[in-house]
T-cell receptor, first 113, second 111 residues
């Protein structure tokens, strides 16, 4: 089924560990983004990409890295996990043309202990 | 940056209409979206409105935009228990093509 696939769905990390959250889309979307959602809050933008090889920072980029080597994949790397990074992470993608909304993945629930 | 405000909670009875309100600060937002999030799930795009429109109707959903007051509303007609969810208003920053989200409105539909 076409859509945005995120793995893993759940993850527990110890403080200081690193890991990569995977995101893949099969809709040939040019634009991809990572958001985090904390309890009682809306989603906040971490990093985004307007095409392969191009990434930029959002509102809350500290502690995270991204790369976009292909159109399909947009992994999010946590360099040294901290309890403040406990959150639900959503990946989203969209066509280049303005007017198309973003399609969201089902999320990765991350707990840092 | 953009700020988006929504009321946190709305309770209605099944069959009634629901109106979810949103205010935003960036007048340059050209597209404004409504998303629905069910428990434990991702966000589902419901509808959107372009900034040069006042109203858009899509089946049971009606979006009203008052650009002067930067006020957006989503009306759900004949609300059903399956409509119970969190609803997010999300204006788009056209330059970054990024969405800014409010904290969401939890809609509870009572039978």
């Amino acid at each position: 089924n076409a859509g945005v696939t995120q793995t893993p769905k759940f993850q527990v990390l110890k403080t200081g560990q690193s890991m990569t959250l995977q995101c893949a889309q099969d809709m040939n979307h040019e634009y991809m983004s990572w958001y985090r959602q904390d309890p009682g809050m809306g989603l906040r933008l971490i990093h985004y990409s307007v095409g392969a090889g191009i990434t930029d920072q959002g509102e809350v980029p500290n502690g995270y890295n991204v790369s976009r080597s292909t159109t399909e994949d947009f992994p999010l790397r946590l360099l040294s996990a901290a309890p403040s990074q406990t959150s639900v992470y959503f990946c989203a993608s969209s066509y280049r043309q303005v007017g198309y909304g973003y399609t969201f993945g089902s999320g990765t629930r991350l707990t840092v202990v | 940056g953009e700020d988006v405000e929504q009321s946190l909670f709305l309770s209605v009875r099944e069959g009634d209409s629901s109106v979810i309100n949103c205010t935003y600060t960036d007048s340059s937002s050209t597209y404004l979206y409504w998303y629905k999030q069910e428990p434990g799930a991702g966000l589902q795009l419901l509808t959107y409105i372009f900034s040069n429109m006042d109203m858009k109707q899509d089946q049971r959903l009606t979006v009203l935009l008052n650009k002067k007051d930067k006020h957006l509303s989503l009306r759900i007609a004949d609300t059903q228990t399956g409509d119970s969810a969190i609803y997010f208003c999300a204006p788009m920053d056209t330059g970054r093509r990024a969405l800014t989200f409010g904290s969401g409105t939890r809609l509870q539909v009572q039978p």
